[in-house]
Nanobody
Framework: QVRLVESGGGSVQPGGSLRLSCVAP???????????MGWYRQAPGDQRELVAT???????VYADSVKGRFTISRDNSRKRVLLQMNSLKPEDTGVYYC?????????WGQGTQVTVSS
């Protein structure tokens, strides 16, 4: 099991930017590097949905709704995954969760709130 800690959420006006960070403070690099890392979000009343993932080989997948606006990256030496969010829209509002997967393991962070509103 990998403990994940998110930070960087907050309130921003439409068109603004935020950067989310997810760290695995107790993992060693050899444990973190093979993990498939991702960001998911959940709006009130909705199901949790994929935002972006980054594989151990640094290949990425994005939801259509965030392509061209969000960028996911990872720094294995710091055991960290970032989500840079630009041109934010009100529909990006929700709780953003960090996720780590490998084989049968599937771990989640506690979530960080992102609110986009004028």
């Amino acid at each position: 099991q990998v403990r994940l800690v998110e930070s960087g959420g907050g309130s921003v006006q439409p068109g603004g930017s935020l950067r989310l960070s997810c760290v695995a403070p107790r993992a060693i690099t050899s444990v973190f590097s093979p993990l498939e890392m991702g960001w998911y979000r959940q709006a009130p009343g909705d199901q949790r949905e994929l935002v972006a993932t980054i594989a151990p080989d640094f290949s990425t997948v994005y939801a259509d709704s965030v392509k061209g606006r969000f960028t996911i990256s990872r720094d294995n030496s710091r055991k960290r995954v970032l989500l840079q969010m630009n041109s934010l829209k009100p529909e990006d509002t929700g709780v953003y969760y960090c996720n780590a997967q490998r084989g049968g393991s599937n771990d989640w962070g506690q979530g960080t709130q992102v609110t986009v509103s004028s």
